[in-house]
Nanobody
Framework: QVQLVESGGGLVQPGGSLRLSCEASGRTVSTLAMGWFRQVPGKEREFVAALKRNSGTTYTADSKKGRFTVSRDNGKNIVYLRMNNLEPEDTAVYYC????????????????????WGPGTQVTVSS
């Protein structure tokens, strides 16, 4: 079993930054494929970024490149999502997810790839 808990969300002004954390337990993050997704009520869940297991190679949705960065700290067993230059359109609940297999790169954007999900953390970008 893998447990995931996100933190770091909150209210931020447009142009501001946040760093979300996803703390994992039950398994080390380096042995998991990890993903970040977000969802706005009434809309489909959206892929944000992911890391492959072992290598930690990162993948970011094209629309987020240059502003969002995913990383991990193996010693702390935490995956981070750094978000810069935030826009009101980034307002959403952000979720981290873990896959225990070794999914191919082309499947990392698909939420169905992941076996475990955190409860989410709200990010609100507003002046």
């Amino acid at each position: 079993q893998v447990q995931l808990v996100e933190s770091g969300g909150g209210l931020v002004q447009p142009g501001g930054s946040l760093r979300l954390s996803c703390e994992a337990s039950g398994r080390t993050v380096s042995t998991l494929a990890m993903g970040w997704f977000r969802q706005v009520p009434g809309k489909e869940r959206e892929f944000v970024a992911a890391l492959k297991r072992n290598s930690g190679t990162t993948y970011t949705a094209d629309s987020k490149k240059g502003r969002f960065t995913v990383s991990r700290d193996n010693g702390k067993n935490i995956v981070y999502l750094r978000m810069n230059n935030l826009e009101p359109e980034d307002t959403a609940v952000y979720y981290c997810a873990a896959a225990t297999g070794n999914p191919i790169v082309s499947s990392l954007w698909n939420g169905a790839t992941y076996d475990y999900w955190g409860p989410g953390t709200q990010v609100t970008v507003s002046s």
